[in-house]
Structures are given as C-alpha cells and as structure tokens.
Nanobody, 125 residues
Framework: VQLQASGGGLVQAGDSLRLSCAAS????????MAWFRQAPGKEREFVAA????????YYADSVKGRFTISRDNAKSTVYLQMNSLKPEDTAVYHC???????????????????WGQGTLVTVSS
C-alpha cells in the first residue's frame, strides 16, 4: 500500500484546510487510517483516526470539535478537514494505515504499517 498526502499550506489562524490521503492497493475493512503530526522539535503525535469499514472516528483532545476525519471508500481516500486552525497546529501531517490496530493502540504510531510522505501545514498568528 502506498499513501499520498496532499493539501497542506500556509494559512492564518482561524482559517480552514482540508488534507487528503490517497491510498493505492486494497484496504481491509478492519484497517485504521489515521493522521499524525510532528511539529518542529517535538515528537510525532496522534491527531485523528477512522476505521475503514465503519463510521467510528477518534480524535486527540487538542483537535476535537475542530477537525473532522472522513473517508471515501470508492476513491480509497481519507480526508482531514481542519477548521479554526491555531498556530499550535503548525506541523508536518502524515497519513498512515494500520492493518492490526485495536482500540487500545490506535494512538501509537509504531503500530501502523504504512506512511505517506507528509504535508506541511503552517498557521500564522
């Protein structure tokens, strides 16, 4: 499976962006697709996840209510709609897919199998 992320850019605080991550190859209904982000000088952190075969979504507390993860099965694409962006959202955002994720592990990056190249989101104040 290859993942191609896009949609990053430079925006002002309060603006919105939508990230996309297109996957090649078959995605099992039990797989999780997620977004992680890494800010300069910080560790990579979980942002949001969705189970491919269901509508269950999961969010980090820092983005809950502002970000929405969704998927288009026909296009094998996952999206991250980011609203009310803050300067602290500035980071490289990576999409990832895990085939063996369970509910106790979806927030841990080492449990995911495939990673996209990352897309930079910069939010100015």
């Amino acid at each position: 499976v290859q993942l191609q992320a896009s949609g990053g850019g430079l925006v002002q605080a309060g603006d919105s962006l939508r990230l996309s991550c297109a996957a090649s190859g078959r995605i099992a209904s039990s797989a999780f697709m997620a977004w992680f982000r890494q800010a300069p000088g910080k560790e990579r952190e979980f942002v949001a996840a969705i189970r491919w075969g269901s509508r269950y979504t999961y969010y980090a507390d820092s983005v809950k209510g502002r970000f929405t993860i969704s998927r288009d099965n026909a296009k094998s694409t996952v999206y991250l709609q980011m609203n009310s962006l803050k300067p602290e959202d500035t980071a490289v955002y990576h999409c990832t897919l895990g085939s063996r994720i369970i509910l106790s592990t979806y927030q841990t990056d080492r449990n995911y199998d495939y990673w996209g190249q990352g897309t930079l989101v910069t939010v100015s104040s």
